[in-house]
């Protein structure tokens, strides 16, 4: 694992970047644990001031560090990402595994109910959800919704991997052998799939991302909770671009922007050490 | 019927002698009662859809017996039924395959089991202790994803039990004993090569010492020089396990250098069963006979005649005997009744109305005998 991992940074341009650029993202949401303000208080600091010692990135019109509720900000999104694609992951891989090795009834009972969630829009049932919950709305609750609502391309990707192994010898082996269904999916099909899943990972983790800042731009979450859809939100109640206040949007976007990238390449880079033969070419694993 | 004690020219006969090292099995009066017991067996693969049954009836009514510590061969061309019959002899039958009738009996030593009669988990219990199946394309038994070590652990390890460590051992020392590096339990299957994997599948197969092994087309993938290897350590591990072997290929070759029991299966029954040296010298069905003839010789240099006709759909066979279409031979009677499986000499078994006329001639057939059959299609020089 770790050889595989010192070859793919030297080898493997795309993944370098990748990880070089996630490290920066997530060392900064690590530098929210010992920022001096709490993200919710405003007035702390003299407000509209730009990029300047001790302010780096500039102060808000609410008087806040934008750095600072920077770092609360990318934290939270990434968190959100990462429990969503968590959960969608969790999702699509029992169901894509089991009704892919199950076949028949089970078979067409699940994949009914995964073209239901294909087929359904998004981004209204989002937007509906938030005007059920209002006040209720929070990060943990959209980040539920958003994994139930995403894990069904995902979960046909691992059925049609599924279906495959399901004839071949080695499960014809298993299932002679006495080893029940759980195990045969866990023992022998999940290693197979394991690599697909985490290049599906990381684009899970964008989308999510994106649909979050995108909801949140427009107001439709719990907007007390800094992330960085909140902060574009609010930089945009308080007309920071017709006020000259650039440096409230420019680094938000700017971060997330590192963040797709950082993820976008190590998405394409795990998908050529999936491909055997870029395997091969590095020699085994 | 067919349980005659090996006469001195079969093939197989000297191999007892160089285990006397061995414990000795128990003598107990059955011990000359055959390892599996299958009789009328009917295994078919129904299929229902949109209302309309379709079947193919891939195994129909086949009855046969191995015994202990001989190896059995299976011939018979692509799609005749050999590979479905060991299936469910092996008992692994899954949808849309079905067993419609007849039963196999296993004698394990005094352990008895009827397969189809059985409960579920008495059946999974017999599997890899008594009973192994190397699969068809079994080179790829082992999983791409996993070290060969771990393919051991989630198959083997639950039929043999205690400690991981002692299980550790007794698969190091069972590859040892099959003249293979120990090492190959930390490779990937892709590391290894056609031939080894080939070999590792045997491995994992009769790790638990069983007392029948059932191989389909092992070494079918594999060039001669390789098969003639792989061939070689089935054998060894059948001598050093006192074993039988249920061994299916379509390659005729290979079943002379292995069998010492032949049966012969066309369009999902067996037509014939004989010791090996018998078939190849006096085949008798003239489907057998055009199959032996059909091998090539050193120093022929004639064109050999192919039958006419292929091989009936398994959906609609012939009425009668399934290969009387094709059969130069072809009387009346042969589209009228399915010809019965008759014991002609001892071990020596054949379903053919021109060898075994029918006990009540329903419309006067002409009557050919054994003789004048065997002279007419064997092939020259090789006649009785």
């Known amino acids: ?285 | 019927m067919g349980m005659h004690p090996g006469t001195p020219g079969q093939p197989g006969h000297s191999r007892n002698q160089r285990d006397e090292l061995r414990e000795p099995r128990p003598a107990t009066a059955a011990i000359d009662a055959p390892v599996v017991d299958v009789t009328n067996l009917r295994a078919w693969y129904v299929t229902r859809q949109f209302g309309v049954q379709r079947e193919v009836r891939a195994v129909d009514d086949v009855s046969l017996q191995v015994r202990r510590n001989e190896i059995y061969g299976l011939a018979g061309e692509s799609s005749c039924g050999k590979s479905t019959l060991i299936k469910t002899i092996a008992g692994a039958v899954r949808p849309p395959l079905e067993v419609l009738g007849g039963s196999v009996l296993f004698d394990f030593h005094g352990e008895h089991l009827d397969l189809y009669r059985s409960p579920p988990a008495a059946r999974a219990a017999i599997r890899w202790k008594h009973l192994s199946y190397v699969m068809q394309g079994s080179m790829s038994v082992l999983n791409p994803v996993r070290r060969v070590r771990h393919s051991f652990v989630d198959f083997a390890y639950r039929h043999i039990g205690g400690s991981i460590a002692d299980f550790e051992n007794t698969v190091r020392a069972h590859l040892e004993r099959l003249q293979l590096r120990p090492g190959v339990l930390e490779a990937y299957p892709h590391e290894l090569s056609g031939g080894m994997r080939q070999r590792v599948a045997i491995a994992l197969a009769t790790v638990c010492r069983p007392e029948l092994i059932i191989a389909d087309e092992p070494t079918t993938a594999l060039d001669v020089i390789v098969q003639k290897g792989v061939l070689g350590m089935i054998r060894e591990v059948q001598r050093e396990l006192q074993s039988s072997l249920l061994f299916v290929t379509h390659d005729m070759a290979v079943h002379a250098y292995l069998c010492d029991r032949l049966g012969v299966m066309y369009a999902g029954r067996l037509i014939e069963e004989a010791p090996t040296a018998d078939i190849f010298r006096a085949p008798l069905h003239p489907y057998t006979r055009h199959l032996i003839a059909s091998l090539p010789r050193i120093g022929q240099a004639a064109r050999m005649d192919a039958l006419k006709g292929a091989p009936p759909n398994l959906a609609a066979p012939p009425a009668g005997c399934r290969f009387h279409p094709r059969c130069p031979l072809a009387m009346e009677v042969c589209s009228q009744q399915v010809p019965p499986l008759e014991t002609l000499t001892p071990g020596h078994r054949v379903a053919c109305f021109a060898v075994t006329p029918p006990a009540t001639p329903a419309s006067a057939p002409v009557s050919v005998s054994p003789t004048q059959v065997s002279t007419r299609a064997a092939p020259p020089g090789d006649s009785r």
């Open chain 1, 1 to 285: 694992m770790w050889k595989v991992l010192r070859d793919l940074l030297r080898h493997n341009r795309g993944f370098a970047i990748g990880v070089a650029l996630l490290s920066f993202v997530l060392a900064i949401a690590l530098l929210s644990f010992v920022s001096p303000y709490s993200p919710l208080d405003s007035y702390v600091v003299p407000p509209d001031l730009p990029p300047c010692w001790p302010y780096v990135l500039g102060t808000t019109s609410r008087g806040q560090d934008v750095f600072w509720t920077l770092t609360f900000a990318i934290r939270n999104t990434l968190l959100f990402g990462f429990l969503v694609a968590l959960l969608s992951r969790l999702l699509s891989l029992t169901i894509g595994l089991v009704a892919g090795y199950a076949g028949g009834v089970v078979d067409r009972a699940l994949m009914s109910l995964n073209d239901t969630f294909i087929v359904i829009p998004l981004f209204p049932i989002l937007v509906l959800f938030y005007f059920v919950m209002r006040d209720r709305m929070s990060w943990v609750s959209l980040a539920l919704v958003m994994a139930c609502l995403g894990w069904a391309y995902d979960a046909r990707l691992i059925r049609s991997v599924a279906m495959s192994l399901r004839t071949r010898e080695f499960t014809e082996t298993g299932i002679f052998s006495g080893m029940s269904m759980p195990r045969i999916l866990v023992e022998e099909h999940l290693p197979y799939v394991l690599p697909i899943v985490f290049s599906t990972t990381m684009n899970n983790i964008n989308w999510s991302i994106g649909l979050e800042v995108t909801l949140s731009v427009l107001g439709f979450t719990d907007i007390n909770t800094p992330t960085i859809g909140v902060m574009i939100y609010w930089a945009n109640q308080h007309t920071a671009l017709v006020a000259g206040i650039w440096w409230w949007i420019a680094f938000p976007v700017l971060l997330v922007v590192i963040t797709f990238i950082g993820l976008f390449l190590l998405a394409v880079s795990m998908n050529e050490f999936i491909d055997p033969r870029g395997r091969l070419g590095r020699g085994a694993p």
